[in-house]
């Protein structure tokens, strides 16, 4: 394979300036690449803003015949410019084909970021995606942490490794010039156009809506992450000034208006009954509760005292 073309240096001086807002670490950074346009142009990008302290990993989920195929070609523009590559296999359990994929993912992910000793892992996660993303989830009635979407910084699902999106700011067809300057072609990846997917069909609208303005939606995206993390830090508040331990659960006498409330009912059954609870039936949960009703979720029962609402393992039936 030809030296693919570096990027222009304007583009690499660009996003120097978005991955150091996010990090200053002097370690190596790790960079999850698929072989779709996003991941490529992270490839090139990072190559050219960190010269030789960048590797790059593809997961090969094996769903599809031609995966094998594209991770040996991520493999191949790896070599070319000299950056180590490694392809991690996993194996995707039956059900939430998408959901099961991602957690597969990252945990492939995170265990190659240890074995490589890296600081950091970027994903290729861009302003069309938070857009898609936030659409998705208003049209699911979802509340803050959900219209949130992706934050630009935070951790590796279930571990405590950095985890990094430094092209929130950018759109797909930049990413796209990027790739097609450099002379590579990239892998496409058919689940973007199969209208199974909810992303896809979203996709196709935002496209046909010149009315919508990506770069907007995005930008509120990570205003609403600031109202996320604002109410996490209330809620932490209330939990320490609000809840406290007695012989046989937690008692919950609350200060906060329902937003931040709802978050410390869901930490005191996630702390009671081992599991996080869905966010509508945490809804549920409070209503009871404010009408003075008793009211089970998962294992446990919440009951209302005259000073504030109790929480507790529901008894063992007899067999």
Known sequence: MATPTPPDPDLTARFAADLAALWR?????GLA??????????LLLAHAALPGRVAAATVDHGLR?????EAAMVGQVCAAIGVPHQTLSVAVEPGNIQSRARAA???????????QQLEAL?????ADDQAETLLARLGRGSGVAGLAGVRARGQVPGTPLLLLRPLLGWRRDELGGVVAAAGLMAVADPSNADDRFDRARIRKAIAGADWLDVPALAQS??????????LDWAAAREWRECVTKGPLGLTYRPQAPRAVAL??????????DGQTPRGSAVARLFESLLARQPASIGNLVARAMPDGWSFSKAPKRRS
């Open 65 to 69: 015949a031609e995966s094998a195929n």
């Open 221 to 230: 995206a990570a205003n609403l992450a600031d109202s996320d993390a604002a």
């Open 105 to 115: 993912r990252y945990a492939a992910l995170a265990g190659w970021m240890q074995q």
């Open 33 to 42: 690449v698929s072989g779709g346009p996003d991941s490529l142009a992270l």
């Open 263 to 272: 978050r410390v009912l869901a930490r005191i059954v996630t702390e009671l």
């Open 122 to 126: 970027a994903t290729a996660h861009h």
């Open 25 to 29: 670490g002097e370690g190596r950074l």
